[in-house]
């Protein structure tokens, strides 16, 4: 970690990775999940409304080819010399058979300026045939697998219809990075039924795997979810954090994360016509930098008060 920087950029790790700007380009490869399709149950998580993370230029009825080219035209126009990293985002996307992924990830690494692959997934859609391929892969390309870990608490992974444990993300991360291939998580702060030392108790488990990066969000509760009709029901059930409450959760948890692992986001922005709340008007880049103000004003940076458990 540079000596100036309060915490492990994702933007740094990339440049460490490559010698030009990469920016992604989300892609919609037509996924549906374990919880959704009946094979673990119906309807999928609780919170999960996937119109929340579709760009403009996503969608299922255009081929990856298609996105990833629509997606290079709208970034292009800023940075004509940018290389990217095809971002399979929407659902889980290693569920299916390994042919055809095989043949959707291939299509996309064969896109001219594309150089790698982030791949968003469910640890327990991960078979070794499949590890066993992306570690091949990763041998010629950057490849990225981020899973859906959301929490370390199985009571609470129940309650959002996750569908899978805790055991199964720590399984996954283990396997992963085992094989050399560079391994996320994701995690959403203020799930219901967490306290704050719940949440901070997330940071210390994972300070203990083998994370290559770590994304972070509020909970969001989002329009035609059953996480908005529950919120309808019991409002008193869920605690929303406002915006300067979210930014000291926030740094008590960078506080606590092991200092190798490279941080990507703090927050997430749903579209403001499907966002029931919190609803605080700011950017992503926005709130960023009044994260990085209080760490400042704090004096404080990732992994200060990390101890490891090795």
Known sequence: MEINRPY????????????????KISIHAGFTCPNRDGTKGHGGCTYCNNQTFSPEYCHTDRTVTQQILDGMAFFARKYPAMKYLAYFQAYTNTYAELN????????????????????????????????????ELSQKYFVLVEYGVESTLNRT????????????SLNAIIRTAQKSIFTGAHMILGLPGESREDILQHA???????????????????RNTRMAKEYSDAPDS????????????VIDFIEKINPSIYLERFVSQSPKELLIAPDWGLKNFEFTARVNKRLKERNTWQGRVFTSSV
């Open 238 to 249: 869920f605690h929303l954090f406002d915006v300067d409450e979210y930014i000291e959760l």
């Open 204 to 222: 210390d488990i994972l300070s203990g795997l083998p994370l290559t990066t770590l994304k972070l969000h509020q909970l969001q509760l989002i």
């Open 157 to 168: 992974l129940q309650r959002i219809n996750r569908g899978h444990t805790f055991e199964d």
């Open 100 to 135: 055809r992924l095989q043949k959707l990830y291939e299509e996309a690494l064969a896109v001219e300026g594309v150089v790698g692959l982030i791949i968003g997934t469910r640890p327990d859609c991960m078979p070794d045939s499949l590890l066993q391929y992306l570690e």
């Open 8 to 23: 492990n950029d994702f933007g740094e790790f990339l440049r460490q990775q490559f010698p030009y700007k990469v920016q």
